[in-house]
Each structure stands twice: as C-alpha cells, then as structure tokens.
C-alpha cells in the first residue's frame, strides 16, 4: 500500500542507504503519523541508493514527501520502525514539508535523555546502549532540537570521520554522524570544527554490533 513518509533521514550505511520518516497524510489539515524505516533484503537491512531514487534519478532530501509502497511492519529488536517495501516500484516525490518552527517542533520526540546515557566509546560521550539493556528499549529514531550542533571532522584509522556535538536536555552527546549532505564535499578534508546553530536532528539507534547499539546523527535540517 502507498504511503507518504516526510524524509527525516537518508543516511550513510553500508555502502547503501538508511531511510526513515514520519508518515504523513491529509493536505490542508496535515495529520501526522508513526516513524516509519523502509529496510531491504540485505543482513544489514540497508538500502541499494538506487532502490530509494525518483523516477529522475534524484536521491530524496529532507523533509521530502515520499510515496513508498510499504508492504509490512516487521520490528527487528529494538529497530520497531521497520518495514519490508516493495522494491520493484520507484518512490515517487509528493512535495515538501513546510521547513518552519512551527511545522517542525511538531514532529519532535518527547523531551527526554536520548536512551540510556551511561556508556560511551573511546571516541564518543553518551554515544551507545549496551545490549543487555535494549530490552527496555522500544524505539530506535527520535527527531530534536538544538540551539547549536558542533561538527569536528577528523581522520581516524585513515578514514575521514565527522562526529556531531550536542548538549540536549542538559546532556552531552558526541556522536557519529551520517548524513551525506554533511560529508567531505560540504565540510572539507581537512580536520575542522563547523558549528550550526537552530537545527533539527534525527537520532538513530543502529542494530546490536560488539556489544553495542550506537547512537547516530542520520539527519540534519538546518533553519
């Protein structure tokens, strides 16, 4: 069945894509929906670029309505927002969902800690949950405000890397980030500090890896 699905993040995984949003219907009197994250048939559940492209060859953007065929809701863990797609069918843009405060602040997560904030990596602050507590876990993707983003670009084991630096609800973040208009065209190679100020953020949980399920900054949308 086709759904419109409001384009929150489109990120970076697994050589693919990682798509997710919140559906959305009605014109005039905009009702909006569950999240919602199209997976493929892949172990990772990434998608291939080209199954997400318009009939253009056009990747979706944030905040893009999407038609997507979705098929069936099939949570995988702590990942409750899956869906299996139909993916001999092109998504198909809709329009665009108003870039205002006021249409934005309404897609936002309750105010509370981005789960459990008790572990970190070496590399990150708060920037993982340890398995054996996911089970009190029940969702995977969450859409915030911030008065100020810090994106420090750096290379680590000769890869370029950006991690994304917040404070939210009183809490310090560092996380990695993958959202690919934020990659090296936009920011540079060069090691370096880009702050954004008055932007949303789309928060990911990623699946169980070493012990792990990572927290990730998939989308940004700037005001």
Known sequence: MIHSVICLANSYKNGGRCFAGRLVRGNKEIEIGPWVRPVG????????????????????????????????????????????????????????????????DRLLAEPEPLWSIRSSSVSGIADRVPWDEL??????LRFIRLDQLQLKVAYADEKWRCRAHFTYLGNEYNLVMTDPNYGKRRLGEEPRTVTLKDCYVTVSLAEIWRGFAYKLVAGIVEM
């Open 135 to 140: 089970e009190q876990v029940h969702d995977s």
């Open 41 to 104: 048939n892949r172990q990772g559940g990434e998608l291939l670029i080209e199954e997400t492209e318009y009939p253009d060859g056009r990747s979706p953007q944030l905040l893009d309505v999407v038609a997507i065929d979705l098929q069936k809701h099939e949570p995988r863990d702590h990942q409750k927002e899956d869906w299996s797609f139909d993916s001999t069918k092109r998504w198909r843009r809709d329009g665009q969902f108003p870039r205002t405060h006021r249409s934005l």
